[in-house]
């Protein structure tokens, strides 16, 4: 019978991170930022978080030693797996109820695989999920926007910090270029905490897991306009506006109203996606 590797154990040596599950012995890897759950705690909790139903269509991004994905797939029936350690691809493969991806999720084209997978949908929606590898989660992040017409929801497991920077509200000092990006495109919580001594081996930081939803109806608009916009506002974050977005407004031509009289983390998501819609618009004109 195939067992995922919820409890790992620790390999007696120190220096090399094994982890053990059954006769299958596995070196967490650094340079993939491989730290493994082995909290069955935690593991219960983030699949009531996910609340996975017998039937839905989801991808595991980094399922690693199968901790998440063993009772994610006892519930759904079948799950994709996206793996980029060859290792760990193997030993999945020998699950019958996983599609494993073996690539960089970098690499991964969602939207073909949401037509893949669900090739009879006019719509078709992905439920994605995953403990995402902490070195990489922004770049993560940035490329499943560029797929976010064919996702249902996302659940992922993240360094606390990153996590802070996605949820945060104006003047905060958490809120930033990746408050905005993200908070245009999806309605945003942090639905649990989770400590280092769950993970094997544990990093150095606190991790937590935040649930995001597409917006229904998203504000439309040139998603590179808007990463300009951002990026030269929140360059110098304790100038104002005048000093940084001004001179980024005045290379675009635009003239439009809007107060640069205030500092980058004082301005609410609505005002920059408002500003980027105003720009797009005067360049189309």
């Known amino acids: 019978m195939w067992k995922c590797a919820s409890r790992p154990r620790c390999c007696p040596c120190p220096r090399c991170n094994a982890l053990e599950s059954g ?16 909290d069955s705690a935690i593991i219960e909790a983030i699949v009531r978080e996910i609340a996975p139903a017998p039937g839905q269509t989801m991808v595991e991004i980094g399922p690693g030693l199968a901790a998440l994905t063993q009772p994610l797939v006892e519930r759904l029936g079948r799950l994709t797996v996206v793996e980029l350690d060859r290792d760990l691809a193997r030993r999945l493969r020998e699950h019958p109820q996983l599609n494993v991806v073996e690539s960089d999720v970098l690499k991964v084209d969602f939207t073909a695989q949401a037509r893949t997978l669900l090739p009879e949908a006019a719509a078709p929606r992905l439920r994605i999920v995953g403990n995402l590898p902490y070195n990489i989660s922004s770049p993560i992040l940035f490329h499943l926007l560029d797929h976010v017409a064919v996702v249902q929801d996302q659940h ?21 270029r990746l408050s905005v990006m993200l908070q245009w495109r999806y309605a945003m919580e942090n639905v649990l905490f989770v400590g ?13 897991v935040v649930r995001m939803v597409p917006h229904a109806q998203p504000a439309p608009l040139e ?63």
């Open 23 to 38: 006769a299958v012995k596995h070196i967490a890897r650094k340079r993939f930022g491989q730290h493994f759950l082995s």
């Open 156 to 176: 992922f497991m993240l360094q606390k910090e990153v996590i802070d920077r996605m949820v945060a509200q104006p003047s905060t000092s958490d809120y930033g």
């Open 196 to 208: 280092p001594e769950c993970f094997e081996p544990p990093p150095r930081v606190d991790s937590a």
């Open 223 to 285: 998603r590179a306009t808007l990463e300009a916009l951002v990026q030269s506002a929140f360059s110098q974050r304790r100038k104002l506006l005048r000093h940084t977005l001004g001179r980024w407004l005045d290379q675009q031509g635009f003239a439009g109203p809007f107060d640069l009289q205030r500092r980058a983390e004082e301005v609410p998501v609505v005002e920059y996606v408002a500003l980027a819609q105003a720009v797009g618009t005067m360049r189309a004109a």
